[in-house]
């Protein structure tokens, strides 16, 4: 733990600076541990193609039509299905993979510290075998993510040693949302896991979207992309905030009988009339492993921010921003 008295923090230039230098390795590194290629991706897409992230499966979309055309767009939540869809479309094989810049519009946030209506993160798929359909297979995923953040960490701080700390523990603990639940029954979701990532450091939570022993999720999860059972979030202990920041949501995707399982459970059944659900259903997808990860969140945390205000350009209520210049707080 450093004397605070020693610490310089980082100015608008700096941080800045930092922010682009941060991401450059990030993704860098990310892209040469799981063997992906950047791609090139969709701001919009077409809703009847079934391709955008519902998020939870209540968000609404932002949409639009064109001008003298008759063709209706939303702009992307996240490229959760569209890349399992690219995949295929550029001929990639067995344990390769893709990433790509994702910019997207959320407008159902609830703004806060780390919320914004903005979200720009790296979206990441990967092509796998039926066999590595297991826990095993996810948890040496996010043990290979885990090791880039580490290396991140290590790059940055070294670039600015006056102002930050190292943070990261030297490995992730892994945990399932039905252990959380056991151990703090009392406890809200999020306060299970701000409980238990304040005692190890960093944390991955499996299992999110299906029912827990309590008749609830531990979060909620759209039907048609993670598999529930073989999901989860990489959460680090902030201590600036004092409480977890959720860096990424990522699993290993649903397979036809998933799908299938999970669309029945959710009331959704009428998804499977549209193309991107028909690709699974008719196993002309492939199976893969992805996630994304939060690019502003990442540079938030390292960077040692107290609002993801700080680290990107958004919008914001009066509410937000009264309070952010009275604690000191400088919004992008």
């Known amino acids: 733990m450093r004397n605070n008295s020693e610490v310089k923090v980082l100015d608008l230039k700096e941080t800045q600076m930092a922010i682009k230098s941060l991401k450059e390795y990030f993704q860098r590194d990310l892209a040469n541990t799981l063997n992906l290629a950047r791609i090139s991706a969709p701001i919009i897409v077409q809703p009847e193609t079934g391709m955008n992230d519902n998020l939870s499966g209540v968000e609404k979309a932002v949409g639009f039509d064109f001008k003298n055309y008759d063709i209706g767009v939303e702009i992307v939540q996240s490229l959760a299905k569209w890349k399992r869809y690219a ?4 001929n990639f094989h067995c344990y390769e993979g893709l990433y790509a810049d994702m910019n997207a519009l959320r407008p159902n946030e609830d703004l806060d510290a780390l919320h914004s209506v903005y979200v720009d993160q790296w979206d990441w798929e990967k092509i796998i075998k039926a066999g590595d359909r297991n826990i095993e297979f996810l948890k040496s995923t996010v043990r290979q ?7 991140a960490e290590e790059y940055i701080n070294q670039v600015y040693p006056h102002a930050l700390s190292k943070k990261l523990p030297d490995e992730i603990t892994f945990i399932t ?74 699993g290993i995707r649903v397979d036809k009988a998933a799908l299938e399982r999970q669309l029945e459970i959710s009331g959704r059944t009428f998804l499977k009339e549209l193309d991107y659900h028909k690709g699974i259903l008719e196993d002309t997808l492939p199976l893969t492993i992805g996630g994304g990860i939060g690019q502003s969140r990442l540079c938030m945390f390292f960077l040692e921010k107290r609002h993801i205000g700080e680290v990107q350009a958004s919008v914001w209520d009066d509410k937000t921003k009264t309070a952010c210049i009275e604690a000191g707080i400088k919004l992008l």
């Open 87 to 90: 995949l295929k479309e550029y």
């Open 177 to 250: 949302s039905e252990e959380l639940l056991q151990m703090y029954p009392e406890m809200t979701s999020e306060q299970r896991e701000n409980a238990f990532v304040k005692e190890k450091g960093a944390i991955f939570v499996i299992g999110i979207g299906g029912a827990l022993s309590s008749g609830e999720p531990h979060d909620a999860r759209s039907a048609d992309y993670d598999d529930w059972n073989l999901n989860g979030d990489i959460i680090f202990y902030d201590e600036v905030l004092d409480r977890g920041i959720e860096l990424s949501s990522m």
């Open 145 to 151: 993510i885990y090791e880039v953040f580490k290396r």
